[in-house]
């Protein structure tokens, strides 16, 4: 049996006492905080995390910070609107990262994720450039603080992520999985593309989809299992390649039906992890 540790993502918004409450009530040992609101994080709010976390016995394995203003998830106006790559409003959501590391620091988490966008192919355009010399300031920041500075994958395609790392070039980057959305923008099967990148990996989100069926729509998220992702193969690539961090839930809907393909989730990982 392998001895990764399972967990789920969970919200800032809702309060660190009750997200890490449900966390634990669900029986994760481990979470992804997730905030999208750089207000949040205040040295007070970060006493709270600190408690909350201890109190429940929940880690938190990644800050996923989130950056302000309009996203559209799609693969239309998603690379006009998601991440840092877009240079309109760039200069106004740099911020909120080097909040997100500061705060990352005083609740103890080991890094911070994020979308960065849709890195461009052609790393000889100036967006590029542009967005390659922001990254470097930003993980450069994040590892003067002894943290991680961790890419959630989607919007680029594998070779363009280690590109980009390569060419960042500081000693604490670190990809955050997300195997489903490399189906749901039809950018890679995700297990073919820990061939690419596979060392770099630090943290797993255990979500299923599958691929775009017209030029315009991401491809449909599915519970774990129902999915192309192929979880067998994928974490037992992953523990050949000496991944120990954590596969974190995240089902992006809402509601009754969410916890229940959340539980269902973690019995069906908990199956694999038994059978490796």
Partial sequence: ??????????????????????????????????????????????????????QNQVAISTLWVGTPGKYVWDLVRGPSTIGIVPESTREERMPALYKGADFAEM?????????????????????????TEALRGIAQYCADKGIGFWFETGQETPVTLLRTMEDIGTDN???????????????????????VFGRYVRGV???????????????????LGQGRVGFSRLIGKLVDLGFDGALTIEREISG????????????YLESILANL
């Fill in 1 to 54: 049996m392998v001895s990764l540790q399972l967990g789920v993502v969970s919200r800032l918004v809702e309060g660190p006492e009750e997200a890490l409450r449900k966390v634990a009530e669900m029986g994760f040992p481990t979470t992804q905080l997730i905030c999208w609101d750089p207000d949040w994080f205040t040295a007070e709010m970060a006493e709270r995390v600190r408690a909350s976390s201890e």
């Fill in 107 to 131: 609740i103890g988490a080991p890094s911070i994720t994020t979308h960065v966008g849709f890195i461009p192919d052609d790393p000889l355009t100036a967006l590029y450039r542009q967005v």
């Fill in 173 to 195: 980057l670190g990809i955050n999985l997300d195997p489903a959305n490399l189906l749901l923008y039809g950018k890679a099967n995700p297990v073919d593309a820990l061939d």
């Fill in 205 to 223: 989100h255990a979500k299923d989809g599958e691929y775009p069926t017209n030029g315009r729509e991401l491809g449909v998220e599915k519970p």
């Fill in 256 to 267: 009754p039906q969410q916890i229940a393909d959340i539980k269902s989730g973690k019995r």
